[in-house]
């Protein structure tokens, strides 16, 4: 109980008094007065704990299945703010539980980063993963992706009752959940959507983890995902249980699994999949989801995740884009607006980011090239790097690195339509100046 008043009491105080989210604080401190407080509360969940595991998505699925498991009329505790480390989960309990000191919640949703997984699981074993993808992310803190991937694979083993809902386009992920012999089912598009022939992105996993041969795709969706099938041996996508087909992209989206057709007012293909997933992870917990869709027509993806705002007239979006996957749908779902727009990216290299930003040059920033952008402006800490990728592409660009400075600038000389693109540490510290911003009169 005094672990669970002083989280609360932490958060509080980080939030009113240094403006900061707090929660990692929270987890950190609870733990240190009980660390066997996530044992305890996590085994006070009376149904199920899913958590949430990949490289891009995370967020967004995991609140989104949180909702959608609300919708339902049950409660859950789940990491809305994306905290996803060992504090980031402690906290969400901790501050999910009444002063008594007890939790109660009919499932969990929990977002786990994927390295901390082998830090979370000696504390409880959850029912379900949802394993959105495997990306290049972080290249000085996770090395490469077969690292990311033994470390999932030995969470994944020391929890054997626990099921896997896997993206199967990804050959990667699919891969993993067979390898690592837990029961799993499979969501997946298996209609080609997009003539992706002309795409100049990094792929991953073009070689199968089999038997090392190459893989060949008959289409792609993005990056790596797609329709595949090894060369050499059998391995090829496996059969998808939550198959979405009809896939409508434009203003909103729209696509039909399992007889129901799915309707979002959200743009980016990459949502597709982040919407199915959540989909089949509440399928696959035994819930019939008979409000999928009225979730979604209230959903709001908060903490910069597609986030809007008002500012002054002006039409503000904001979104993540730490890693060249993530970042190349971003700039996909920015030109499905076909009105003049400007461009703020803010670049930071803190350790939470990853020191190494050369992972910029394989974003294809020359998409920017057209007469709907009317500027772009570059921000943060790497600003100048930033600066310095686009000139490459001959996108001229303006640099300013404060933050705030560069927003007030495009809201007032900009076209009205501004997208701010960050990387991680810079999402909270931005988002915090637009919602300043927007209650100013």
């Given at each position: 109980m005094f672990a669970v008043w002083a989280a609360?009491?932490?958060e509080k105080v980080s939030v009113r008094i240094f403006h900061r989210q707090g929660v990692t604080w929270a987890g950190k401190i609870a733990l240190k007065i009980c660390p066997a407080i996530l044992t305890e509360l996590a085994s006070q969940v009376k149904k199920e704990i899913f958590i949430v595991c990949g490289t891009n998505g995370k967020t967004t699925t995991n609140n989104m299945l949180c909702a959608a498991i609300e919708a339902e009329g049950y409660r859950v505790v789940c990491n809305h703010t994306g905290s996803n480390m060992l504090n980031g989960v402690a906290a969400?309990?901790?501050l999910g539980a009444g002063i008594g000191g007890n939790l109660k919640a009919d499932y969990a949703c929990i977002e786990i980063d994927e390295a901390s997984t082998r830090r979370v699981f000696p504390h409880f074993k959850p029912d379900h993963m949802v394993l959105t993808n495997l990306f290049r992310d972080q290249l000085d803190r996770y090395g490469e992706?077969?690292?990311?991937?033994?470390?999932?694979?030995?969470?994944?083993?020391?929890?054997?009752?626990?099921?896997v809902i896997v993206n199967g386009d990804d050959a990667l992920s699919a891969y993993l959940a067979m390898d690592s012999g837990n029961d799993y089912v499979t969501y997946g598009i298996s209609e080609q959507v997009t003539d992706d022939k002309d795409s100049h992105e990094i792929r991953e996993g073009r070689f199968c983890k089999c038997c090392g041969a190459p893989l060949e795709y008959r289409f792609y969706h993005y990056s790596q995902l797609g329709d595949y099938a090894c060369t050499k041996c059998e391995f090829q996508r496996p059969r998808i249980q939550f198959d979405a087909s009809g896939i409508e992209i434009g203003s909103g989206i729209a696509f039909t699994v399992e007889g129901r057709r799915i309707r979002a007012d959200y743009k980016g293909f990459y949502n597709v999949y982040n919407i199915l997933a959540a989909y089949a992870a509440i399928r696959?917990?035994?819930?019939?989801?008979?409000?999928?869709?009225?979730?979604?027509?209230r959903f709001n993806p908060e903490n910069g995740r597609m986030e809007s705002f008002r500012i002054r007239d002006v039409k503000v979006m904001l979104n993540l884009a730490k890693n060249p996957a993530g970042f190349n749908q971003n700039i996909s779902a920015v030109m499905q607006d076909e009105t003049p727009k400007d461009i703020l990216i803010v670049i930071n290299d803190n350790a939470q980011d990853g020191t190494d930003v050369s992972w910029l040059w394989d974003v294809d920033f020359d998409r920017f090239k057209e007469d709907k952008i009317r500027s772009v402006t570059v921000s943060g800490i790497?600003?100048?790097?930033?600066?310095l990728r686009m000139k490459y592409v001959d996108i001229p660009a303006a640099s300013e690195p404060d933050v705030e400075k560069a927003i007030r600038q495009r809201l007032s000389d900009g076209c009205g339509n501004l997208y701010v693109l960050v990387n991680y540490t810079a999402l909270f510290s931005t988002r915090n100046v637009l919602k300043r911003l927007e209650g100013e009169k």
């Open positions: 609360k009491i932490t969400a309990f901790a992706i077969d690292i990311t991937m033994k470390i999932l694979k030995d969470a994944m083993q020391s929890a054997p009752g626990m099921k696959t917990g035994g819930l019939k989801a008979e409000h999928f869709n009225e979730m979604l027509a790497r600003c100048y790097d930033m600066g």
